[in-house]
């Protein structure tokens, strides 16, 4: 994994997840796949093989490019902006 520019900008620690699962799928009676978690602010979105898409939507919407997995035992991140993983 690289470090992209936008992971010096995340705050430390990084944010409490605002809730545990998507609450746009929730209102929408939709399913997410998987979840995300934005690493700027604490949203938690689907992810992009989910009918919904919210955590793409979220960051379309307000710029927070770094989100991670919100899923059990992966740990990995995601830079909207680089298109990548960091």
């Given at each position: 994994m690289s470090e992209c520019p936008h992971v010096a900008e995340l705050p430390r620690p990084e944010p409490l997840p605002l809730s545990d699962t998507c609450v746009e799928c929730l209102a929408a009676g939709?399913?997410?796949?998987?979840?995300?978690?934005?690493?700027?602010?604490g949203h938690v979105g689907c992810c992009d093989s989910s009918p919904k898409q919210h955590a793409s939507t979220h960051f379309q919407e307000t710029a927070h490019a770094v989100?991670?997995?919100?899923?059990?035992?992966?740990?990995?991140?995601?830079?909207?902006v680089d298109g990548s993983i960091v």
């Open positions: 939709s399913h997410p796949v998987q979840l995300r978690l934005c690493l700027v602010c989100m991670r997995s919100f899923e059990p035992g992966q740990v990995w991140r995601w830079c909207f």
